[in-house]
């Protein structure tokens, strides 16, 4: 193939340069790694991927995969080379037309072609290079002659009568050949550790783009859950609501007053009547008229039945009178914690409440309460036994439970302590010595509060937390299969600090120390992580 025909080859279809990363699709076609990067970065947000040369479609993002055997070619295919015959340097001798030349003599200070070049002599002082119009570049601006070393001393190209003045006396000096050699295997050496650099980068930007990839289809995938969840807790509120509002219905009829309402409208219309009879009674002037009404008797008759209905009246208004206020509020308590529960489990969340201190491993200067949820330094030492399982060093306990799956939470109040340690800490974590401390190890992660200042700490490495804690309570949440330990300030709203990364080797038990004071663990609320 000719020399432009193969450096077309080694041009990227995207960029139109030489290949750098080359790179090619499952089609065959190759491109340098950025510019299809960049083409699928685009073409992420229109739903496919495809070629940009032959515009094969791919559903999924392709992978891309390196080819090497163009890259070493790229490599290889020396940059300055260009098309025979245009060079624009022709020989000295063809006087009566432009023939190209193939070799410049420094010598001769010409440039000769094929057939010159046949004739040109091969004495060693001739010396033959590439073609080339910079001829005085390779003379000693001094001397005027060739330069044919290298002083290493002073980094500059000599003549052999520089090489015998003072200047470079004495001077370590190697021949252009050997000095070229040498700097041409630094260059190696150096392109060496850049290629190894650059793959190392490769493969950092790789699996950056694979964390990312993966962070984008667990978001998708938990936006189309929590989606799903929303559209079931408005259902289930939707259900809970007619619950409810039948329950207060059904209370009002069965407690309706409409009949001894009634009732007592007509009795309160039949008094007004008899009111009327006797007000006519005693405005008539004529007596024997009044002494003669014969029904004044059942005008005058009110007290038995008057006190049947007050009695009636009195049972309705305090035994049976109003709703049962307290049963629609259990109704909806019920029924909306069944929602928080199943908001809980939608995110793989179980409230440890049942965390308690293990008083077997508390330090001698701990007091445990009788509930086993608050542990208080004292200044008077406790007479306990000497343990392999008990602190000697900090004033530290663990919990009796262990925690090796699952994702959990709880809680930790500490308003009643100035200086303490907060975390989650391995069974084998050391029992004696400075090293002890909870997060001066690798075996322990916590929040640290010293001298009203806070810090996250791990393996003795602490990090500053600013702004300090806002709230008198922390959560600390666990993911043991993802290897996530979280903590939390339960300030409003609620203030993620940091989570720590690792693979956990262990089970992982809750690990408290108080150098003052008190601090109590719960499991608190069942909410939802942030």
């Not at 209370?251 to 309402?261: A, W």
């Not at 330094?377 to 602190?391: A, G, H, Y």
Request: aromatic share 6%; hydrophobic share 30%; proline share 2%.
């Amino acid at each position: 193939m000719a020399s432009a025909d193969l450096r077309q080859e080694l041009d990227c279809s995207i960029c139109l340069t030489t290949y750098t990363d080359p790179v090619n699709l499952r089609c065959g076609h190759n491109f340098c790694r950025v510019c299809i990067d960049r083409v699928l970065d685009t073409q992420g947000g229109s739903g496919g991927y495809s070629c940009p040369e032959c515009r094969e479609e791919f559903r999924d993002r392709p992978v891309l995969h390196r080819n090497i055997t163009l890259r070493n070619i790229v490599e290889t295919f020396p940059s300055t080379q260009l098309e025979e015959g245009k060079t624009g340097i022709f020989c000295t001798y063809c006087y009566h037309s432009h023939v190209p030349a193939v070799i410049s003599c420094l010598h001769c200070e010409a440039s000769l072609c094929d057939n010159h070049l046949r004739v040109h002599s091969k004495a060693p002082e001739h010396v033959l290079t590439d073609p080339t119009t910079s001829m005085e570049d390779r003379k000693c601006s001094i001397h005027r002659e060739l330069l044919k070393y290298y002083c290493t001393e002073d980094s500059a190209c000599i003549c052999v009568s520089c090489r015998r003045d003072r200047e470079h006396r004495g001077h370590k000096v190697e021949t252009l050949d050997e000095a070229s050699e040498n700097k041409k295997q630094e260059l190696r050496n150096v392109l060496q550790k850049l290629m190894t650099e650059r793959e190392e980068t490769e493969k950092r930007v790789q699996s950056l783009q694979d964390r990312r990839r993966k962070v984008q289809e667990t978001s998708a995938g938990l936006t189309e859950r929590v989606t799903a969840l929303f559209i079931e807790l408005r259902r289930h509120l939707e259900d809970l609501e007619k619950r409810v509002r039948r329950n207060i219905s059904s209370q009002e009829e069965r407690i309706s007053l409409s009949d001894l309402i009634h009732q007592l409208e007509i009795k309160k219309n039949d008094l007004s009547r008899k009111m009327e009879d006797i007000e006519k009674l005693c405005n008539m002037t004529d007596t024997l008229t009044v002494l003669q009404e014969s029904d004044t008797g059942d005008l005058c008759d009110t007290e038995e039945g008057d006190n049947e209905d007050r009695e009636r009246h009195d049972r309705l208004l305090h035994d049976g009178g109003d709703l049962d206020v307290s049963g629609i509020s259990h109704t909806l308590h019920t029924g909306l914690s069944d929602m928080i529960k199943e908001v809980n489990v939608f995110f793989y969340i179980q409230e440890a409440s049942d965390i308690l201190l293990d008083v077997n491993t508390a330090h001698n200067n701990l007091q445990i309460s009788d509930d086993m949820k608050t542990v208080s330094w004292s200044d008077i030492e406790q007479n306990r036994p000497e343990t392999p399982e008990r602190f000697q060093w900090w004033s530290q306990v663990l919990s009796s439970q262990r925690f090796s799956s699952g994702r959990h939470y709880w809680e930790v109040d500490v308003r009643e302590s100035e200086y303490y340690r907060v975390g989650m800490c391995y069974p084998s974590i050391e029992r004696r010595g400075w090293q002890s401390g909870i997060g001066n190890n690798k075996k322990s992660w916590g929040l640290r509060r010293y001298t009203g200042e806070c810090y996250l700490i791990h393996d003795n490495k602490e990090i500053s937390l600013s702004p300090n804690l806002s709230s008198n309570r922390v959560r600390i949440s666990v993911d043991y299969e993802a290897g996530q330990l979280s903590l939390y300030d339960l300030c409003d709203p609620i203030r993620h600090l940091h989570t720590f990364t690792t693979t956990f080797t262990e089970p992982l038990h809750v690990g408290l120390a108080v150098g003052k004071g008190s601090i109590t663990i719960s499991g608190g609320e069942r909410r939802r992580e942030k």
